[in-house]
C-alpha cells in the first residue's frame, strides 16, 4: 500500500524559505508521478509542481515558478519541496501527491490516487 507522509512545514516571515519533505513507500514508483498540491482556507486545492519519479522531468504551476523547487531522492524514496521567497499568498496546507497513471502536466487532484495528510505553511506579513 503506498503511503506519504509530509513534514518540514511552519511559520516563516515573507521573503523566508521552508523546504517541505514527502517520505514514500510502498512502491518502487517507477513511472510514477510526484505531486505537490496545496489548499488555502475557504479554497479548492491546487497545483504546485510535479515531477517524474524515472526521469526526474519537472512541471511549476505559474504561481511559484522561480521560487519553488521540486526534486527527489530516488534511493530514499523522498520527494522535496524547496519553497523560497514565500509570500502570505503561499499561506496553505501542503499535500504530496502520487500516481502511476498521472501525466507530467497533470493539474486535477482528482488524477491522483494517492495523497499524504498534508502540512501547514504559514507566511506572515
Known amino acids: 500500500q503506498v503511503q506519504l507522509v509530509e513534514s518540514g512545514g511552519g511559520s516563516v516571515q515573507a521573503g523566508g524559505s521552508l523546504r517541505l519533505s514527502c517520505a514514500a513507500s510502498?512502491?518502487?514508483?517507477?513511472?510514477?508521478?510526484m505531486a505537490w498540491f496545496r489548499q488555502a482556507p475557504g479554497k479548492e486545492r491546487e497545483f504546485v509542481t510535479s515531477?517524474?519519479?524515472?526521469?526526474?522531468?519537472?512541471y511549476y504551476a505559474d504561481s511559484v515558478k522561480g521560487r519553488f523547487t521540486i526534486s527527489r531522492d530516488n534511493a530514499e524514496k523522498l520527494v522535496y519541496l524547496q519553497m523560497n521567497s514565500l509570500k502570505p499568498e503561499d499561506t496553505a496546507v501542503y499535500f504530496c501527491?502520487?500516481?502511476?497513471?498521472?501525466?507530467?502536466?497533470?493539474?486535477?487532484?482528482?488524477?491522483?490516487?494517492?495523497w499524504g495528510q498534508g502540512t501547514q505553511v504559514t507566511v506572515s506579513s
Open positions: 510502498g512502491s518502487a514508483f517507477t513511472g510514477y508521478t
Open positions: 515531477i517524474k519519479w524515472g526521469s526526474g522531468r519537472i
Open positions: 501527491a502520487a500516481d502511476p497513471s498521472a501525466g507530467l502536466f497533470t493539474t486535477s487532484e482528482k488524477m491522483f490516487d494517492y
